[in-house]
């Protein structure tokens, strides 16, 4: 792939594909601007060198229909404070308004399309859909890692119909970082794996235990692997068709040598409240009537022992209901340490992004990404449809 600092932008209509698919509150306010900063540095190389920035997103999932509540005119508001220049928008991402608009920009000036899952066409790459956004271009940039593991028109079909395709900064640090962790990793490398279920993350745990030295479990998913263990979870979230699939990752990771840590204590309560009152007990004290919703202390010190030597951290998926209070103690135990280590550590996933910024740990992790999906793809070997687009775009 060609990146982008390889470009001279020059007077060139540059389409970047970004992510500015952000949090809004009824009142029209964004609640966290991350992702739009994280787009900032690709943004200003273009109008820094008098290109002429468009740059287009979903937002939400309007499912094909023009909705006001998914509008990005929010994004084009808070990027142009960002920027500290007018920001244009238009309120459509293909045909004549747009054109036009994107005709009539100056060097250096920055244009904002509406969002372009407005049109059902965008999530089904669809050809004249994708030949559309490529009218308004003269050099394509994809730069938004989220949406990278879907092939859709915006960054997959419209590579076809422009003849000058990059990667942006924010898209190529991504990849980076991630081939690190996953091809050349510096030994010990560490896994966290957490978050509710087992079934959403199996492709990703059966692909570690062959990558890894050590697999952290925690979160929901680790109920059904402490039930498939013999243990009693009483209305711990566990999923009860997967207890083979557990006792399988179980056993691969000790034939390949992998050091597997599972919570040995967890802080459980009758019902998910901020109020709830909790008890500290031994995943094989688990209450029948009582649900486990974090990992215990005992579990803190051991999953912190675990990353103490590593020089690789990877980590996707809370320990707990780390957003209540009575159920935080967990995952922030477990930030605290990973910001310590002496290691590279990527973080990935919205959950485990938000658990990190909320312990203001965030400026002591290595690498934050931008996705969810994607990073947990990354992680499972798969292909990426749009970095196969801009591969086969070439120049």
């Not at 658990?355 to 947990?376: D, K, P, Q």
Request: proline fraction near 4%; charge should be negative; aromatic fraction near 6%.
């Amino acid at each position: 792939m060609k990146s982008i600092s390889e470009l001279d932008p020059a007077g060139k209509r540059v389409f970047v594909r970004v992510d500015f698919n952000v949090p809004i509150d009824d009142g029209g306010n964004i609640t966290d601007d991350t992702r739009i900063r994280a787009h900032l540095p690709t943004i200003r190389y273009v109008i820094e060198r008098k290109g002429k920035a468009i740059l287009a997103s979903h937002l939400g999932r309007p499912k094909g229909k023009r909705a006001e509540k998914y509008s990005l005119k929010p994004a084009a508001s808070r990027l142009s404070q960002l920027l500290n220049r007018d920001v244009a928008f238009v309120d459509d991402c293909i045909g004549p308004d747009a054109e036009k608009a994107a005709a009539a920009m100056k060097e250096g000036d920055v244009l904002l399309l509406e969002n372009l899952r407005f049109h059902a066409e965008e999530e089904k790459n669809d050809k004249g859909f994708a030949q559309s956004l490529a009218k308004l271009a003269d050099i394509y940039v994809d730069d938004a890692f989220a949406v990278a593991h879907r092939a859709h028109a915006s960054n997959a079909g419209i590579t076809a119909f422009v003849k000058t395709c990059a990667v942006g900064l924010l898209l190529e640090s991504e990849l980076d970082y991630l081939k690190k962790a996953t091809e050349t990793p510096i030994r010990p490398l560490v896994a966290i794996i957490g978050g509710a279920k087992v079934s959403d993350k199996i492709a990703v745990l059966e692909r570690l235990v062959e990558k890894v030295d050590k697999l952290v479990i925690g979160g929901g998913m680790a109920f059904t692997f402490l039930k498939a263990l013999g243990n009693e979870v009483g209305k711990s979230l566990c999923e009860t068709d997967m207890l083979d699939t557990a006792l399988v990752i179980l056993d691969k990771a000790k034939k390949q040598g992998v050091s597997l840590y599972l919570p040995v204590d967890c802080v459980v309560a009758q019902g998910a409240s901020a109020d709830a009152v909790v008890k500290y007990v031994p995943v094989q004290e688990i209450p029948k009537e009582w649900m486990a919703l974090d990992i215990g202390p005992a579990s803190t010190t051991l999953f912190n022992e675990a990353v103490s030597d590593a020089k690789t951290i990877v980590w996707n998926g809370p320990m707990g209901m780390f957003e209540l209070d009575p159920f935080s103690r967990g995952t922030y135990g477990l930030v605290a340490s990973v910001a310590s280590a002496h290691a590279l550590t990527i973080v990935g996933g919205g959950d485990t992004d938000t658990a990190v910024h909320r312990a203001g740990e965030a400026h002591r992790i290595s690498y934050i990404s931008t996705g969810g999906g994607a990073f947990l793809e990354v992680l499972e070997g798969k292909t990426m449809p749009a970095v196969e687009a801009l591969e086969a775009c070439g120049g």
